[in-house]
């Protein structure tokens, strides 16, 4: 069984440019959360969406989004990209409630 | 808003020892507490999830314990080994349709050596 793909595996961008992240869930999976990961903050979380509904949202301002696809893969977008925004992006399903979240690999996003 | 502290932050044993790793939680109003390992530039590895009405999870030479009312976890790893080598972090899950969103500790880094 497949496990979380995300891709691309890495990603360098310059300051003001947008970008677009891709997860494709297990096969099954319904909801599909989004995190940040960086060495000063750790793992924080963006988003969450299930059945293509953001059910929870975190603490990031509004260039951060996403959406996600009837066949449940999810993208999120980072507009006007600042220099802090450089992090490993991690995607992770779960099949329902009490169950595991099950992560990808990460993108790793370099702003210069 | 929940916190999660991990101690220690760092942790060197050599192999073969029996080791414990702690995590707290400020809102012991959780779902579940889920711990992961993460090696370098790789994403995270489930590794148990305790259900809030549960006291204890096993898997392997992994434990881990759940004290909901004090707001901590405890993960034991017995007789580790070189492999065990990773950053273990812990994670907690709000309740209702916030199951989804996960609030996680800074993470131990565990160094096991030959």
């Known amino acids: 069984k497949a496990g979380v793909t995300q891709t691309p595996r890495y990603l360098i961008k310059t300051r003001g440019q947008q970008v677009t992240l891709s997860c494709s869930p297990i096969?099954?999976?319904?909801?599909v959360s989004w995190y940040q990961q960086t060495p000063g903050q750790g793992l924080q979380f963006l988003f969450e969406?299930?059945?293509?509904?953001?059910?929870n949202k975190g603490n990031f301002p509004g260039r951060f989004s996403g959406r996600q696809f009837s066949n449940s893969r999810s993208e999120m977008n980072v507009s006007t990209l600042e220099l802090g925004d450089s992090a490993l992006y991690l995607c992770?399903?779960?099949?329902?409630?009490?169950?595991?979240?099950?992560f990808g690999d990460g993108t790793r996003l370099s702003i210069l | 808003k929940q916190e999660v502290t991990q101690i220690p932050a760092a942790l060197s044993v050599p192999e073969g020892e029996n080791l414990v790793l702690n995590c707290s939680f400020t809102?012991?109003?959780?779902?579940?507490l889920q711990w992961f390992r993460q090696d370098p530039g790789k994403g995270l590895t489930s590794l148990l999830l305790?259900?809030?009405?549960?006291r204890e999870q096993t898997s392997g030479r992994l434990n881990a314990s759940l004290d909901k009312s004090s707001g901590r976890s405890t993960l034991y790893i017995a007789a580790s080994q070189p492999g065990d080598s990773a950053t273990y972090l812990c994670?907690?899950?709000?309740?209702?349709?916030?199951?989804?969103?996960?609030?996680f500790g800074q993470g131990t880094i565990l160094t096991v050596h030959p």
């Open positions: 992770a399903s779960s099949l329902m409630i009490n169950q595991p979240q099950h």
């Open positions: 096969s099954g999976h319904r909801s």
């Open positions: 969406y299930f059945s293509e509904t953001q059910r």
């Open positions: 809102d012991s109003a959780i779902y579940n």
């Open positions: 305790i259900q809030s009405s549960q």
């Open positions: 994670a907690v899950a709000a309740g209702g349709t916030s199951y989804g969103k996960l609030t």
